[in-house]
């Protein structure tokens, strides 16, 4: 399982129009609890202005989704050629 933490752009404080964007991604068995202990102090360097608008997460992805992902990828890939 593959874990990716994100960094979420959003237009205001409302977190309605947001943009994912990944930052790390790890493919270990504790992948989850190595991310979660890096959001705390990436949220505190963050300006007070900044911390309304933008946000961490982490996020699991299966095996299953990543091989779809790939495929999708590889479809994309093979339309430009």
């Not at 190595?34 to 900044?50: G, H, K, M, R, S």
Request: with cysteine; proline share 4%; hydrophobic share 45%.
């Amino acid at each position: 399982m593959k874990v990716l933490l994100m960094l979420y752009l959003c237009a205001d404080a409302s977190h309605v129009e947001c943009r994912a964007i990944p930052v790390q991604g790890w493919a270990k068995p504790d992948g989850y609890a190595q991310c979660t202990a890096l959001v705390p102090a990436l949220t505190d360097a963050l300006t007070e202005a900044n911390r309304q608008r933008t946000y961490f997460s982490c996020e699991q992805q299966s095996d299953a989704a990543l091989v779809q992902q790939a495929g999708a990828q590889l479809i994309h890939q093979s339309f430009r050629f």
